[in-house]
């Protein structure tokens, strides 16, 4: 079983940057696949960004399109704890933000007959998640 706790959360200004942190424990050898959801009160848990912790090569982080080049997503293996800095932070970023974990995905590759290794950003491909950390930008 994995326990995340995500901190960092925060209110900040409109322009203005947090870093997100989620450090991870227990059992996570299957888990190699981490995520930030956020969520606003009466709307769907949407993705923001994820990363591939294993050894194979080849899957890059995917990053949500509203928080594409504002956002990036890190690793820090020996701390076993997943970051998210948020630049540019827009009102509309405002959200509680949610660290889960999960297995990497196999799908059909390009070429027929091939597979490849994948980290969906889809909250129903994770099964530990935190408790989430509230951010907050204000006008």
Known sequence: RVQL???GGGSVQAGGSLRLSCAASGSATSSNCM???R???GR???GVAN????TAGGIDPIYADPVKDRFAISQDNAKRTVYLQMNTLKPEDTAMYY???GPVQVAPGMVAGTTI???PLDQFRYEYWGQGT???VSS
Do not use: D
């Open 5 to 7: 706790v995500e901190s």
């Open 117 to 119: 290794l994948v980290c």
């Open 39 to 41: 969520q606003v009160p």
């Open 51 to 54: 990363i591939y912790l294993g």
């Open 44 to 46: 769907e848990r949407e």
């Open 134 to 136: 509230q951010v907050t």
């Open 99 to 101: 660290c889960a974990a």
């Open 35 to 37: 995520a930030w959801f």
